[in-house]
Structure formats: C-alpha cells, structure tokens
C-alpha cells in the first residue's frame, strides 16, 4: 500500500464496532432472537386482552401476559442451551478420539523408526497412516458421537480394519 493512499471504510466496520459481533451468525442469531421474542409478546398480548374481555380479574389478565412470555422464553432458552451443550459435548468427543489415535499413531511412526527390518517398518508405517486416516474419516463423516467412544477400540485396530474394509469395497465397486 502507498503512502498516500487509504483504505476505504466498509459499511459494517462501524456496526463491529459497536456491537461488537464478528460473524453473520450473530447477526442472523439476533434477528431470530427479536422474531422469537416479538412472537412471544403478541402471544402474551393476546392471552391478556383474551381473559381481559373473558372478564377475569384485572389482575390476573395483566399478569397472564407476562407469565405466558417467560414460559415461552424459558423454552426457547432451554432448547438452545441444550442444543449448544450437545454441540460442545460432540466436539469434546471428536477431540479426544482425534487425540487418541493421532496421537498414538505417531508415536507408532516414531518407533517404528528404529526398526531394522524393513517389512515391519513399512507394515507399522501403513498401519499408523491407516489409523490416522480412519480416525478423520470418523470425524468428518460420522453422525453418531457414541461412535467416537474410546471405549470400544482403544488399540485402533478397528479403525485400521475398517479402513481396509472400506478401501477393498471401494475396489470392488471399480472392477
């Protein structure tokens, strides 16, 4: 960039500013939100008017609106931080599965370095590859968290067989 030259401002620079949001996600978030909770307080709105002219107690109208609206905002709440404790349990999941086949994987690789044999080098160095490979196969394709147990397979070798499994059904597939 020259010395004399600027940068123009974006439009939005002011609004990150300010608000502080980075993503259009939050944006969108926001927007929701407001949606939700202008549905919320005409929904309040009406059950008041509707018990107000139903002739029940001043109060008690007055009051229905407002009950209705944090009932409605305490579900709306607990579905989303259900849905974002889900979301942070999976991602714990897949971190600690990635961890531990990648992890153990390179360490097969590094002692699979200091094998003279040249067979078993080259059988240790695939079947780590393998691992790794399944490993991120898993992760990326897999739906169902309760796969990414370290329970079931601690040693990777169901990964490394499944693996297999999957590369001679793709083979088959071609001929």
Partial sequence: ????E??????YDFANRILGYRSASFLQS?????VVGTAAAVLGACVGATLFYH?????ISAAAG???????VICLATIALEHVRKRSIRRTLEISFLNHHVHNAMTQMLMASNLTDADKHDRYMREAVS???????????NADPTRLSL???LGGTE????REEREKQREAKRA
């Fill in 30 to 34: 926001l927007t929701t939100a407001l």
């Fill in 131 to 141: 691992r790794i490979s399944e490993a991120l196969f898993r992760v990326a394709n």
């Fill in 66 to 72: 407002p009950v209705v609206d944090t009932l409605i």
């Fill in 55 to 59: 002739h029940v107690a001043w109060y």
């Fill in 6 to 11: 600027h940068e123009s401002p974006r439009s």
């Fill in 151 to 153: 329970d079931v397979d």
């Fill in 1 to 4: 960039m020259k010395v004399d």
């Fill in 159 to 162: 990964l490394t067989r499944a």
